[in-house]
């Protein structure tokens, strides 16, 4: 385990120079994946750091060798009280949290690599609702529970999903208080507007005083990450970005019981290629920071790794570059790539289907169902 010393060190020297650092993609819908139907319960990516941690850290591994230099802990859907009303195992809540760091630390020794660990803030009473937020006097001391539990395991935090200005302000004070780096990433409608109706300008005035390190939006169209670009870029922090899902749409009030997962739907144009397209021009624009959200998974990441690294992000081009240098073969990798909507053709160049191996890849056969309870809280 890293000191609190070398971590921010690590940090440091990852953001030095406004270096573009690439981030990962899906982790709760990663792990449903994992989890054949009959294993299935209402809350998979908590469930199993209980069941099989394992599998945890083989999704982060297969993220660091696609390219991501940041990954983001396993605790999106580990909020006690869902654990407790969706798993009967609330008294495991605290072990569900250190579980998730100690796996994303295991991923990153295990690696090799310069990475960040991203420890994930989520909202707490479910996703795309800012109806449902809660008050102030409940969220902060929540918050600080998570933060508490995290702290020495990450190197920054990343309050993710926020629908209102006021949820982003309480995971972001309450994460601050660690002396850690904090990022906000805030969820919008698909006309750049917060769940809530405010807007970026009105979010960002209330954690500026914060001074959040990076400013991002997350799990929204990617056409809405290019909308929002110029008003992160004008919050002055000193990183911005994003990282989009692969959703055709998220209605208004939307909820598991009214629609499910059904209702968000899988958008079938939204190829790695495709979606590096629009990246691409994020980066162009400024950001610096780049991942994926719901339905984007490692294969959309190698694919914006060798983008990048064309373009000469001498980071990302390092990841690339460690690939390139791979030797074990996995067939059974190639084949999941492929299915999920990766040209084979466009990894060859950098050898990547040879340059996964097989201990980071269970995971990646076939699709398995996803109950409706869990969807709205996991990332």
């Known amino acids: 385990m890293c000191s609190a010393e070398e971590q921010i060190s690590l940090y440091e020297r990852m953001t030095a120079g406004g270096n573009l650092l690439l981030l990962d993609g899906e982790v709760g819908g990663g792990l449903r994946k994992m989890v054949p139907d009959e294993e299935s319960t209402k809350l998979v990516p908590a469930s199993i750091l209980l069941d099989d941690p394992g599998k945890v850290c083989s999704l982060h591994a297969a993220y660091i060798e696609a390219g991501s230099q940041v990954i983001t802990t396993n605790t999106y859907a580990t909020v006690q009280k869902r654990v407790e009303e969706l798993l009967g195992e609330g008294d495991r809540w605290e072990e569900m949290m250190t579980t998730a760091c100690r796996m994303a630390v295991k991923a990153r020794e295990e690696s090799g690599k310069d990475v960040l660990i991203a420890g994930s803030l989520p909202p707490l009473h479910g996703s795309y609702r800012p109806d449902k937020v809660g008050a102030m006097e409940e969220l902060v001391p929540t918050y600080r529970q998570h933060v508490a539990l995290m702290a020495e395991h990450v190197d920054l935090f990343l309050c993710e999903t926020m629908s209102t200005a006021a949820e982003a302000w309480a995971a972001a004070s309450a994460a601050v208080e660690s002396g850690k780096p ?187 169902r996803t109950s409706l309870e869990d969807i709205a809280f996991q990332k």
Request: proline content about 4%.
């Open 182 to 368: 904090v990022w906000v990433a805030w969820n919008l409608q698909d006309d750049g507007r917060l769940r809530s109706g405010e807007t970026l300008e009105e979010a960002w005035e209330a954690v500026a005083e914060l001074r959040p390190d990076g400013v991002l939006v997350n799990c929204v169209l990617p056409e809405t990450i290019e909308l929002a670009i110029p008003s992160l870029a004008r919050m002055g922090a000193p990183m911005f970005g994003g990282y989009g899902n692969g959703f055709t749409r998220i209605p208004e009030g939307w909820t598991v019981q009214q629609g499910g997962i059904a209702a968000l739907g899988k958008r079938r144009d939204l190829t790695p290629e495709l979606y590096a397209d629009m990246a691409q021009r994020w980066v162009e624009a400024g950001a610096k920071l780049v991942g994926g959200c719901c339905e984007v998974g490692p294969a959309y990441i190698a694919e914006m790794c060798e983008r990048f690294a064309e373009l000469g992000s001498a980071s990302c081009g390092k990841a690339c570059f460690t690939l390139n240098e791979a030797s074990v073969s996995s067939q059974a990798s190639t084949d999941w790539l492929v299915a999920n909507g990766a040209s084979t053709s466009s990894y060859a160049s950098m050898n990547l289907l040879s340059g996964l191996s097989d201990h980071s890849m269970p995971f990646l056969k076939g699709h398995h």
